[in-house]
């Protein structure tokens, strides 16, 4: 514990004698310094921007502020950025401040921005001038870069590990041509992210964006042997508006760089404008300013109706209705597609109608064009309505645009249209209604009818109506139950055990009905007979008996082998031997006697159709062997 | 009286009284309409105007009073309100020719609008063929579809030849197949009328914001006649979607249900 407090005690101690000693040194007496004054490029294009940079080297801790020269012909851009590196080696302290200011070129020349200065201790330092030339785009460098074959056009002290550069399509094009403009990244770093610092702002043009894809890919390119990544981040269509030469300001672009070497330190006395030193940092970069010459559009042969449409066009047409009643609309869809956003182009001209009302046409956003890779396609819907009856013709609809492959006026004319008009239903009521743009104004033209009538009855759409909602319902209960009646049929048909059991119950009544009959008659015996045969008719086809020859025993055989209750088993037998006794008994039975029997034979077979006559466990096959 | 003949008496009564209510009230509606249907004739739109949104206000919904009802708003310059009429006149009588054409110009009048499908990619497909074929078509393709599918079905089962039977299930295969079809479009289209809320901008041109308040950023200038679907309502203002997809929030007293 107490050596470890000497030795830190040691330790400050000499700090503090080291410190003594360099405050007490010659050079922070005297003070040494140097005042260094450089822009990153020293021949640039017109609003290109570059970096002016004052650099003090000083061998004392404490660095003045430079005063920055006027910089004529150029517009500062914000405000300067700083930093500092200290470093003490070999008990000399070393300072070295750094202020950064971006300025963009406004005028050509040459300009030669006077020395930066920095007063210390009285005195007067200050750097050497810098010279900057301001050249008009398309210049030839003095290195001569733009020779060779180089692509694309890349002058030499634009050629970093990352740079923007500008691709214009035509540089010489008709007023209203579409010029297309890309901006291209040119990385030898990776690239993390990028954004847009500054839109330019195109003036003579109308413009109109492109859309990219969200991805972007880099594909390889070499230039000057260097091989670079190379990407198109920015496109954007521009119209010129005015004819001459029209400048078309650089993009200003702020990457987020991954740097490739891990090392803080490395990167922070590389470059001291990085804003971070853990891998990435953030680098901005502008391209070159380009100037195109837009030509004017010759006057000769310019056709009537000429809306400044410059490029390639085509027109079609088709007609919705061709016979309608007078008041009715008649639509066109005209269609105009062209190498061309279409959004600055006026609508095709409809021909001449007098004897139709022509409304203002209403028109979808322009879209690519789906067969013609690069085209646009807009589509027109004119609504035109007839006045009076007839056959009519409606001459094709024109669009004139110069073309600028063969430096002409062309007019396109779609195909005419044969209308067959009838008159309106007489006694309807005409509306009468028109537009002057869009401006609603009453005009004596008959466009439609006001409905008339009686009975007016509350509507509701089909589908809500109850009816269709049971008739949607009925098939669901109807099929099964046809379906259920189909199958009971063919079953009484195939299958004479259960069409006999089914119809048991009807003829036995029959039988008993017949029995009442000859009761009333006064013939008890065919009364009996009748209710005899009735029951055991009855029974023999609940049991599927065969009906000839049919004995007593047997069907007391058959209804012991089946599941029935013995109550009515003994109820059955009972009843039986009453009729045996009544039929052939030497005691003639009373009117009542037989009535009783009859009504007796009626109960008891509603009883035994309540009833079920399966047969027993171990006696299953017999039945069916009947049936069969 | 006999007690039966009371019963009579009684009976046809309750089965007959609310019709007698019915049509009253219908005859009722009649004589505004032909009220309305007058004035119209001799140019007092505003007055047959008036007499029209009476009978609406009054709780009958047809057709013929919300497409003569658009034709008053046509003419007195409010092509929003005309719009909206036309379109509820046109879900009760999707067939009828003069409302779909009248609806036509009335649309051409306001640029930007448009009717909205409440569904996208397929569903909007769908609902696409759904609208074009109408919804009384589809209603009676459905039915009867649906019966021929059933009675195909019954006779192929009950048939007591194979050939038949095989026929016939060949048959109710198609049957079941147009109805399916004529099934799934009407669901869509039942669908797009009863559970999604399209409505029409009335009035004034209104300012759209991409939130429920004045201090929302503006998104783009909302006109009457603009028809869009209604997401929902919060401190009286609706989220609303234009044909072009726009989405945005218009004050609920600048929009009208359908």
């Given at each position: 514990?107490?050596?470890?407090?000497?030795?830190?005690?040691?330790?400050?101690?000499?700090?503090?004698?080291?410190?003594?000693?360099?405050?007490?040194?010659?050079?922070?007496?005297?003070?040494?310094?140097?005042?260094?004054?450089?822009?990153?490029?020293?021949?640039?294009?017109?609003?290109?921007?570059?970096?002016?940079?004052?650099?003090?080297?000083?061998?004392?801790?404490?660095?003045?502020?430079?005063?920055?020269?006027?910089?004529?012909?150029?517009?500062?851009?914000?405000?300067?950025?700083?930093?500092?590196?200290?470093?003490?080696?070999?008990?000399?302290?070393?300072?070295?401040?750094?202020?950064?200011?971006?300025?963009e070129a406004r005028e050509e020349g040459s300009f030669t921005f006077e020395p930066a200065k920095v007063v210390m201790d009285g005195r007067v330092i200050q750097?050497?001038?810098?010279?900057?030339?301001?050249?008009?785009?398309?210049?030839?460098?003095?290195?001569?870069?733009?020779?060779?074959?180089?692509?694309?056009?890349?002058?030499?002290?634009?050629?970093?590990?990352?740079?923007?550069?500008?691709?214009?399509?035509?540089?010489?094009?008709?007023?209203?041509?579409?010029?297309?403009?890309?901006?291209?990244?040119?990385?030898?770093?990776?690239?993390?992210?990028?954004?847009?610092?500054?839109?330019?702002?195109?003036?003579?043009?109308?413009?109109?964006?492109?859309?990219?894809?969200?991805?972007?890919?880099?594909?390889?390119?070499?230039?000057?042997?260097?091989?670079?990544?190379?990407?198109?981040?920015?496109?954007?269509?521009?119209?010129?508006?005015?004819?001459?030469?029209?400048?078309?300001?650089?993009?200003?672009?702020?990457?987020?760089?991954?740097?490739?070497?891990?090392?803080?330190?490395?990167?922070?006395?590389?470059?001291?404008?990085?804003?971070?030193?853990?891998?990435?940092?953030?680098?901005?970069?502008?391209?070159?300013?380009?100037?195109?010459?837009?030509?004017?559009?010759?006057?000769?042969?310019?056709?009537?109706?000429?809306?400044?449409?410059?490029?390639?066009?085509?027109?079609?047409?088709?007609?919705?209705?061709?016979?309608?009643?007078?008041?009715?609309?008649?639509?066109?869809?005209?269609?105009?597609?062209?190498?061309?956003?279409?959004?600055?182009?006026?609508?095709?001209?409809?021909?001449?109608?007098?004897?139709?009302?022509?409304?203002?046409?209403?028109?979808?956003?322009?879209?690519?064009?789906?067969?013609?890779?690069?085209?646009?396609?807009?589509?027109?819907?004119?609504?035109?309505?007839?006045?009076?009856?007839?056959?009519?013709?409606?001459?094709?609809?024109?669009?004139?645009?110069?073309?600028?492959?063969?430096?002409?006026?062309?007019?396109?004319?779609?195909?005419?249209?044969?209308?067959?008009?009838?008159?309106?239903?007489?006694?309807?009521?005409?509306?009468?209604?028109?537009?002057?743009?869009?401006?609603?104004?009453?005009?004596?033209?008959?466009?439609?009818?006001?409905?008339?009538?009686?009975?007016?009855?509350?509507?509701?759409?089909?589908?809500?109506?109850?009816?269709?909602?049971?008739?949607?319902?009925?098939?669901?209960?109807?099929?099964?139950?046809?379906?259920?009646?189909?199958?009971?049929?063919?079953?009484?048909?195939?299958?004479?055990?259960?069409?006999?059991?089914?119809?048991?119950?009807?003829?036995?009544?029959?039988?008993?009905?017949?029995?009442?009959?000859?009761?009333?008659?006064?013939?008890?015996?065919?009364?009996?007979?009748?209710?005899?045969?009735?029951?055991?008719?009855?029974?023999?086809?609940?049991?599927?008996?065969?009906?000839?020859?049919?004995?007593?025993?047997?069907?007391?055989?058959?209804?012991?082998?089946?599941?029935?209750?013995?109550?009515?088993?003994?109820?059955?037998?009972?009843?039986?031997?009453?009729?045996?006794?009544?039929?052939?008994?030497?005691?003639?039975?009373?009117?009542?006697?037989?009535?009783?029997?009859?009504?007796?034979?009626?109960?008891?077979?509603?009883?035994?159709?309540?009833?079920?006559?399966?047969?027993?466990?171990?006696?299953?096959?017999?039945?069916?062997?009947?049936?069969? | 009286?006999?007690?039966?003949?009371?019963?009579?008496?009684?009976?046809?009564?309750?089965?007959?009284?609310?019709?007698?209510?019915?049509?009253?009230?219908?005859?009722?509606?009649?004589?505004?309409?032909?009220?309305?249907?007058?004035?119209?004739?001799?140019?007092?739109?505003?007055?047959?105007?008036?007499?029209?949104?009476?009978?609406?206000?009054?709780?009958?919904?047809?057709?013929?009073?919300?497409?003569?009802?658009?034709?008053?708003?046509?003419?007195?310059?409010?092509?929003?309100?005309?719009?909206?009429?036309?379109?509820?006149?046109?879900?009760?009588?999707?067939?009828?020719?003069?409302?779909?054409?009248?609806?036509?110009?009335?649309?051409?009048?306001?640029?930007?609008?448009?009717?909205?499908?409440?569904?996208?990619?397929?569903?909007?497909?769908?609902?696409?063929?759904?609208?074009?074929?109408?919804?009384?078509?589809?209603?009676?393709?459905?039915?009867?579809?649906?019966?021929?599918?059933?009675?195909?079905?019954?006779?192929?089962?009950?048939?007591?030849?194979?050939?038949?039977?095989?026929?016939?299930?060949?048959?109710?295969?198609?049957?079941?197949?147009?109805?399916?079809?004529?099934?799934?479009?009407?669901?869509?289209?039942?669908?797009?009328?009863?559970?999604?809320?399209?409505?029409?901008?009335?009035?004034?041109?209104?300012?759209?914001?991409?939130?429920?308040?004045?201090?929302?950023?503006?998104?783009?200038?909302?006109?009457?006649?603009?028809?869009?679907?209604?997401?929902?309502?919060?401190?009286?203002?609706?989220?609303?979607?234009?044909?072009?997809?726009?989405?945005?929030?218009?004050?609920?007293?600048?929009?009208?249900?359908?």
């Amino acid at each position: 514990m107490g050596d470890m407090l000497n030795r830190r005690m040691k330790s400050i101690g000499s700090l503090i004698v080291l410190l003594l000693w360099s405050m007490m040194s010659p050079n922070t007496a005297i003070g040494s310094i140097t005042v260094t004054a450089r822009v990153d490029r020293n021949r640039v294009t017109i609003f290109e921007r570059i970096n002016y940079s004052i650099q003090i080297d000083s061998d004392s801790r404490k660095i003045p502020e430079p005063s920055f020269p006027v910089f004529k012909g150029f517009r500062q851009l914000g405000s300067p950025r700083t930093s500092s590196q200290m470093s003490w080696v070999n008990g000399v302290v070393s300072n070295s401040q750094t202020y950064m200011i971006v300025i963009e070129a406004r005028e050509e020349g040459s300009f030669t921005f006077e020395p930066a200065k920095v007063v210390m201790d009285g005195r007067v330092i200050q750097s050497a001038p810098v010279t900057v030339t301001v050249v008009k785009p398309g210049a030839s460098t003095p290195d001569g870069d733009d020779e060779g074959g180089m692509e694309p056009d890349v002058s030499s002290d634009r050629l970093q590990s990352l740079f923007l550069q500008t691709v214009v399509e035509n540089e010489t094009p008709y007023v209203g041509e579409a010029v297309r403009v890309s901006y291209h990244v040119f990385t030898r770093v990776s690239i993390r992210d990028f954004g847009i610092q500054d839109e330019p702002e195109y003036q003579g043009f109308w413009v109109e964006p492109v859309d990219l894809p969200a991805q972007t890919t880099l594909h390889s390119r070499t230039i000057q042997g260097i091989e670079y990544g190379e990407a198109s981040i920015h496109e954007v269509v521009l119209y010129p508006t005015v004819s001459g030469e029209l400048v078309i300001p650089p993009l200003v672009m702020v990457f987020q760089i991954q740097d490739r070497r891990q090392d803080p330190f490395d990167n922070f006395f590389n470059s001291p404008f990085r804003s971070s030193v853990f891998g990435t940092r953030q680098e901005t970069r502008s391209s070159q300013t380009k100037i195109i010459h837009a030509k004017p559009l010759p006057e000769d042969g310019k056709p009537l109706g000429f809306s400044g449409a410059a490029g390639d066009f085509k027109l079609e047409a088709s007609i919705r209705n061709h016979s309608v009643k007078v008041g009715e609309a008649i639509t066109i869809n005209v269609i105009l597609s062209g190498n061309h956003g279409l959004k600055t182009i006026g609508s095709p001209v409809p021909p001449e109608l007098p004897k139709l009302k022509v409304f203002e046409p209403k028109a979808e956003d322009a879209v690519q064009d789906p067969e013609t890779p690069g085209w646009w396609r807009r589509t027109y819907e004119y609504v035109l309505v007839a006045h009076e009856p007839g056959e009519l013709t409606i001459p094709g609809f024109s669009f004139s645009y110069f073309d600028t492959e063969t430096e002409t006026y062309k007019i396109l004319k779609t195909k005419d249209f044969s209308v067959s008009v009838a008159p309106a239903p007489a006694g309807e009521q005409p509306l009468s209604y028109s537009s002057s743009g869009r401006e609603m104004k009453i005009f004596n033209i008959d466009v439609q009818y006001i409905k008339t009538g009686n009975n007016l009855k509350h509507q509701v759409p089909v589908y809500s109506n109850k009816w269709f909602g049971i008739a949607m319902t009925l098939p669901i209960i109807i099929v099964p139950v046809i379906l259920l009646i189909d199958s009971r049929r063919r079953r009484l048909e195939g299958d004479s055990v259960f069409a006999r059991e089914v119809r048991a119950r009807s003829e036995s009544s029959r039988r008993f009905s017949e029995a009442v009959l000859a009761c009333k008659e006064d013939d008890y015996n065919r009364a009996l007979d009748a209710a005899a045969t009735g029951f055991s008719r009855y029974l023999a086809d609940r049991l599927g008996l065969p009906t000839g020859g049919i004995t007593w025993n047997s069907i007391l055989k058959e209804i012991d082998a089946r599941s029935v209750k013995e109550p009515i088993i003994e109820q059955v037998k009972d009843y039986w031997q009453d009729l045996e006794t009544a039929r052939y008994g030497p005691v003639q039975p009373s009117p009542d006697a037989v009535g009783n029997l009859i009504n007796k034979g009626r109960n008891l077979v509603d009883k035994l159709e309540k009833t079920r006559m399966n047969p027993k466990k171990g006696s299953a096959n017999k039945r069916r062997a009947i049936s069969r | 009286m006999s007690n039966c003949r009371i019963r009579w008496i009684i009976l046809m009564s309750v089965v007959l009284l609310p019709w007698t209510s019915v049509l009253k009230a219908d005859s009722s509606y009649d004589g505004l309409f032909r009220k309305g249907n007058q004035y119209y004739q001799n140019g007092d739109v505003a007055l047959a105007r008036d007499a029209y949104e009476t009978i609406i206000k009054q709780g009958l919904s047809n057709a013929a009073v919300f497409y003569n009802l658009g034709n008053c708003y046509m003419k007195l310059g409010d092509p929003g309100r005309a719009i909206l009429n036309y379109r509820k006149a046109e879900r009760l009588d999707y067939g009828d020719r003069d409302i779909r054409t009248n609806l036509e110009i009335a649309r051409s009048l306001v640029a930007g609008s448009e009717s909205v499908a409440g569904a996208g990619g397929v569903g909007n497909w769908l609902l696409r063929i759904a609208s074009s074929a109408g919804a009384t078509t589809l209603t009676i393709a459905t039915f009867v579809t649906w019966w021929l599918t059933a009675a195909l079905f019954v006779s192929g089962s009950t048939s007591r030849f194979r050939r038949t039977r095989r026929r016939m299930f060949r048959a109710t295969a198609g049957a079941l197949f147009a109805f399916v079809v004529s099934a799934v479009l009407l669901a869509v289209l039942i669908g797009d009328r009863e559970f999604t809320d399209h409505a029409v901008a009335i009035d004034q041109p209104v300012i759209a914001r991409n939130g429920p308040g004045d201090h929302f950023t503006e998104v783009f200038e909302q006109r009457p006649g603009y028809e869009m679907i209604v997401h929902r309502k919060q401190n009286g203002w609706v989220e609303i979607t234009l044909s072009n997809g726009y989405t945005a929030w218009v004050p609920a007293k600048s929009v009208e249900w359908i």
